[in-house]
């Protein structure tokens, strides 16, 4: 792909078109939305190849890099969730949601991520987020919840740590 060859990309869009999308969705919540995204984040893909290195990380992992940040770009554009990061945690962390709520069902895999939630520490799955969804820094999160930026990044680590194990993800 890095060399302009269209058969390469489309076979590395086939590969993890699934898992862009559903990353895309999880974090804007509205299909269409998602859709947008991930055609982005297959076209920066496109345009960076060449800058791909893999002494620094699996191939998914970058993909999944960019496709995070440009759906964090969107929201932060977008700015029309109805929800506050603490009503958020709420939703994901609640045993049963509310069964009229439009975003809840856009959350791919969510009974499975909300199950995950309810066993990690409520403080780290503010934590977390506030910094997958809503694309905070540690440095704004830090700030906003009064807390030491340590003590933030601890939260993060450990919440993401906690939520990739229970989630069983594995690089690939």
């Known amino acids: 792909m890095a060399a302009g060859d269209p058969q390469a990309a489309a076979s590395f869009v086939r590969r993890y078109q699934a898992r862009v999308f559903g990353l895309a969705l999880t974090i804007v919540g509205v299909r ?10 297959f076209m920066r893909a496109w345009r960076f190849a060449q800058g791909y290195d893999p002494r620094r ?3 998914s992992t970058w993909l999944l890099t960019i496709a995070r940040n440009v759906a964090v770009d969107v929201l932060r554009i977008r700015r029309d969730y109805p929800y506050d990061p603490a009503t958020l945690v709420d939703l994901l962390t ?5 069964l009229d709520d439009p975003h809840v069902d856009a959350v791919a895999d969510r009974d499975r991520l909300r199950a995950a ?8 799955a503010h934590a977390v987020l506030l910094a ?6 540690a440095r704004e999160i830090a700030e906003r919840e009064r807390l030491p930026l340590g003590t933030v990044k601890t939260r993060i680590r450990l919440g993401l740590g906690r939520l990739r194990d229970l989630m069983e993800v594995t690089d690939g």
Do not use: I, K, M, N
């Not at 998602?34 to 984040?41: I, L, P, S």
């Open 132 to 137: 997958a969804f809503y694309g905070l820094t």
């Open 32 to 41: 269409a939305t998602a859709e947008d995204v991930a055609q982005e984040t």
């Open 57 to 59: 990380g699996a191939v």
């Open 94 to 98: 609640a045993r049963r949601p509310p």
């Open 117 to 124: 939630l309810l066993e990690v520490p409520r403080e780290q």
